[in-house]
């Protein structure tokens, strides 16, 4: 039994890794530089919080803008869960929808991969064709912030 126990003591650590599940709430950085808070998920995997974005593609003063989205609450989920937040910018006549995933790396870091479409207000149906735009981000955790 003692020559078990490094064996089974690697082991626990190993599978614990991949036993952490990834929790939407918190503070979150993207590849751009934007900000992002998800205080809570409710019990049908309702949230709110606020997106502070490092990029526009106006010249108004960029704001603090409010998010809500829902994340899948499914049975297959396995603790990475699917979720989806619209972000209403406060600051242009534009909305952006973001769909994405909840990931543990090998390393046991939350990730957060997304691709989102922005659409912005244009001025007539003949212009609809440069109102739209895709593209994807990386969030990773921001340390713990009061």
């Known amino acids: 039994m003692v020559r078990a126990t490094p064996f089974l003591l690697v082991l626990f650590l190993a599978l614990g890794a991949h036993g952490k599940k990834c929790s ?39 704001k603090v803008s409010p998010l809500q989205g829902t994340m899948q609450k499914g049975p297959n989920q396995k ?10 910018w406060s600051f242009s006549d534009s909305i952006t929808v973001f769909t994405g995933q909840c990931f ?30 895709v593209g994807t981000n990386i969030f990773t955790r921001l340390p713990f912030q009061e």
Do not use: C
């Open 24 to 62: 939407l709430t918190g503070h979150w950085v993207n590849d751009l530089g934007s900000n992002m808070t998800i205080p809570a998920v409710n019990g049908n995997g309702d949230f709110t919080g606020m997106y502070h974005t490092a990029v526009t593609a106006t010249t108004n003063e960029i």
């Open 79 to 88: 603790g990475q869960p699917t979720f989806g937040f619209t972000v209403n």
């Open 104 to 133: 543990v790396d090998s390393e046991g870091k939350e990730i957060l991969r997304t691709m989102w479409l922005l659409r912005s207000r244009v001025e007539n149906i003949n212009n609809d064709w440069k109102a739209t735009r």
